[in-house]
């Protein structure tokens, strides 16, 4: 079965650093997303992308955070510098174009900043 | 693993019964409604969904009721078995068009043998 791979699954740094993520989606599927999720709260939207172009990106912190899919197809979400409040799990969906509004989740990335 | 949703609503139910879990939605013009079940230091995993035409969808073991005139959506699991124990999430597409989903709070279903 086709899923959504994310990498890494874990990732500890120290304040004012710079960390990345990456996300494969399921093949074919055109809509991706990043979303955080902080502990005890249903995961919140960051940025939407249909193949390579951002469609929303209106709660993503711009001011430290940026979202690439350079060729429609994988993506990296990066944060620069790393604050302590971006202590959160960041995870990945992927959906197919057209009529089909299934969401389908990565395994996410746990971040934790020191 | 770490858990998800330390001060989450809980529902514990005895092995064998059925569960019901609740949620509010807050968008009246949503068009699309999803069930997630996330475990522990897992991703969100879909369950069901339905959509603003219908009233129940039925899956194997789970069914989904709308209520759209009271903004309310349950998740009914029969025979409740401890793999379901896990935070479950519903989650509305509240912009037709834009399809990101908006994710009500969660809430912690245990399951005790």
């Known amino acids: 079965e086709a899923e959504v791979a994310q990498s890494p699954r874990y990732k500890i740094t120290e304040k004012s650093q710079a960390v990345a993520f990456w996300c494969d989606p399921i093949s074919g599927h055109a809509t991706l997303y990043w979303y955080r999720q902080i502990l005890g709260q249903g995961p919140e939207l960051l940025v939407q992308f249909q193949d390579e172009s951002v469609v929303d990106d209106s709660q993503l912190p711009k001011d430290r955070f940026s979202a690439e899919r350079l060729k429609g197809v994988d993506s990296t979400l990066k944060i620069q510098p790393a604050e302590l409040g971006d202590s959160a799990m960041y995870l990945c969906a992927s959906r197919q174009s057209g009529s089909q509004d299934t969401q389908y989740f990565g395994p996410g990335t746990r971040l934790t900043v020191l | 693993g770490e858990s998800v949703g330390l001060h989450l609503p809980t529902l514990s139910v005895q092995e064998g019964d059925n569960s019901i879990i609740n949620c509010a939605y807050s968008n009246s013009a949503s068009d699309y409604f999803i069930w997630y079940k996330q475990e522990s230091g897992k991703g969100p995993q879909f369950i069901i969904d339905i959509r603003s035409n219908m009233d129940k969808r039925q899956g194997q073991r789970v069914t989904v009721l709308l209520n759209k005139t009271v903004k309310h959506l349950s998740l009914q699991i029969a025979a409740t078995q401890p793999g379901d124990s896990a935070v479950y999430f519903c989650?509305?597409?509240?912009?037709?068009?834009?399809?990101?989903?908006?994710f009500g709070s969660g809430t912690r279903l245990q399951v005790q043998p």
């Open positions: 989650a509305e597409n509240p912009l037709a068009g834009r399809r990101a989903l908006t």
